[in-house]
């Protein structure tokens, strides 16, 4: 890393790390974190992602890959407000459209690298447009997307049966997690609803 301070005045000097005090950073948690450099009264903030260090001593690269299980469950097309009729995952009685298979990806893949992966060998299509958030998926021609079903409908998923936080992007993966990719008709009357809340986030797809 190079390190300069810049003055008012136009002037450059490099600083050595020494020079800085560094805050955020965890070479030991693996994720995207925010890291503040200060010097005196400056101070810079930008994202590092810390992954893991892959295996360059396995030969056959096993120890570089993970498995894990994946799920699909999406809705029909349909006015839940005025049909009444509310499907979520809480509820059960969401639509199958990719059962559950196990997926090889690489050891630091994250749940938008297992998404892609399944949906392009299902043969549908998705649209990511911020990177980090699933806003609709499209299957045998039928696309169903944020608000299709009510103001408070859309993607989400789960890990390890609990509704994550992070975004697609964001939440790396552990050999043998599974993960259920859902539609919700109603994100609030799904399990962990009153921390999304209390956080003033919606879904987490």
């Known amino acids: 890393m190079e390190i300069a301070a810049r003055w008012s005045n136009g002037d450059t000097n490099p600083l050595s790390l020494n020079e800085v005090e560094i805050s955020g950073y965890d070479n030991t ?55 009444g009729k509310v499907h979520t995952l809480e509820n059960g009685n969401l639509t199958t459209w990719i059962a559950q298979k196990s997926i090889a990806v690489d050891l630091n893949a994250t ?42 409908s859309g993607w989400m998923y789960r890990i390890n049966g609990v509704h994550s936080l992070l975004g697609v992007n964001e939440q790396f993966l552990e050999n043998g997690d599974e993960i259920v990719f859902h539609y919700t008709d109603d994100y609030t009357l799904e ?15």
Not at 119 to 144: D, F, Q
């Open 29 to 83: 948690t693996r994720g995207v974190q925010s890291v503040t450099l200060t010097y005196g009264a400056a101070s810079a903030t930008f994202n590092v992602t810390v992954l893991k260090r892959p295996d360059t001593g396995n030969q056959n690269g096993t120890g570089n890959t993970i498995t894990v299980k994946f799920t699909l469950l999406g809705d029909t097309l349909h006015d839940s407000d005025t049909d």
């Open 111 to 152: 749940v938008k690298d297992v998404l892609e992966q399944a949906l392009t060998a299902a043969g549908y299509s998705w649209s990511n447009p911020s990177g980090n958030y699933i806003e609709s998926i499209t299957r045998n021609g039928v696309t169903l997307e944020e608000f299709t079903n009510g103001p408070n």
């Open 191 to 205: 399990s962990e609803s009153a921390i999304w809340n209390e956080q003033g986030t919606g879904n987490s797809g």
